[in-house]
Nanobody, 121 residues
Framework: QVQLVESGGGLVQAGGSLDLSCVAT????????MGWYRQTPENQRELVAT???????NYAKSVKGRFTISRDNDKKRVYLQMKTLKPEDTAVYYC???????????????WGQGTQVTVSS
């Protein structure tokens, strides 16, 4: 069974920075795309950034130039560096992998439990 465990959320002032990390636990051989999504009580879950196994990245327009996604395939980790944070970045941030190969076969669309990011004005 693959589980995603996020860490690094918290409270920060506007203009500040915060780093998120997510690790895939379990017996995992390969991971496809990894990504970060976020959700507020008022809105649907939205894409923040994704990165494929080759390192190609994709960002939401609202975070491009401020956030950086990266991954370490050996450590089965994905990171999100967030800079110049704004109050509208406040949300629960979720880690996601679209597919992975495990000792029990493939798994798809795995989500972490979420970590709260709060940006005060």
């Amino acid at each position: 069974q693959v589980q995603l465990v996020e860490s690094g959320g918290g409270l920060v002032q506007a203009g500040g920075s915060l780093d998120l990390s997510c690790v895939a636990t379990g017996i995992v051989f390969t991971i496809g795309d990894m990504g970060w999504y976020r959700q507020t009580p008022e809105n649907q879950r939205e894409l923040v950034a994704t990165i494929n196994s080759g390192g190609d990245t994709n960002y939401a327009k609202s975070v491009k130039g401020r956030f950086t996604i990266s991954r370490d395939n050996d450590k089965k980790r994905v990171y999100l560096q967030m800079k110049t944070l704004k109050p509208e970045d406040t949300a629960v941030y979720y880690c996601n992998i679209d597919r992975a190969t495990t000792h029990r076969g493939p798994v798809y669309d795995v989500w972490g439990q979420g970590t709260q990011v709060t940006v005060s004005s």
